[in-house]
């Protein structure tokens, strides 16, 4: 499986961005698909995530009712719609892909087997 992640740029404080993750190869074998983001010196961490058949999407709380994460399934491709965005939003984020259903729920970025390359969102005050 590959994935290839784009969408990200530079925007205003309040402003929005639409991350896309294209998915290639094997992409039957995906069970979960998530977003994760990193800042310097940090462990990435979990925004959001959907099964790659299904619905039933989840959020990290820091980002509910501001990111969504959909599904294109005839692009195998997955979104992470981001609005109200704010400076600390500001990271590289990072989409992947798991095989399986995890113990922390797929919350966890070491339970993660896929992963696409990054991109960088910086939001400017």
């Known amino acids: 499986v590959q994935l290839q992640a784009s969408g990200g740029g530079l925007v205003q404080v309040g402003g929005s961005l639409r991350l896309s993750c294209a998915g290639s190869?094997?992409?039957?074998?995906?069970?979960?698909m998530g977003w994760f983001r990193q800042t310097p010196g940090k462990e990435r961490d979990f925004l959001a995530a959907?099964?790659?058949?299904?619905?039933?999407?989840y959020y990290t709380d820091s980002v509910k009712g501001r990111f969504t994460i959909s599904r294109d399934d005839a692009k195998n491709t997955v979104y992470l719609q981001m609005n109200s965005l704010k400076p600390e939003d500001t990271a590289v984020y990072y989409c992947?892909?798991?095989?399986?259903?995890?113990?922390?729920?797929?919350?966890?970025?070491?339970?993660?087997?896929?992963w696409g390359q990054g991109t960088q969102v910086t939001v400017s005050s």
């Open positions: 959907c099964y790659w058949g299904g619905s039933s999407p």
């Open positions: 190869g094997r992409t039957s074998s995906i069970y979960i």
């Open positions: 992947a892909a798991t095989r399986r259903f995890t113990p922390s729920g797929a919350k966890e970025y070491r339970e993660y087997h896929y």
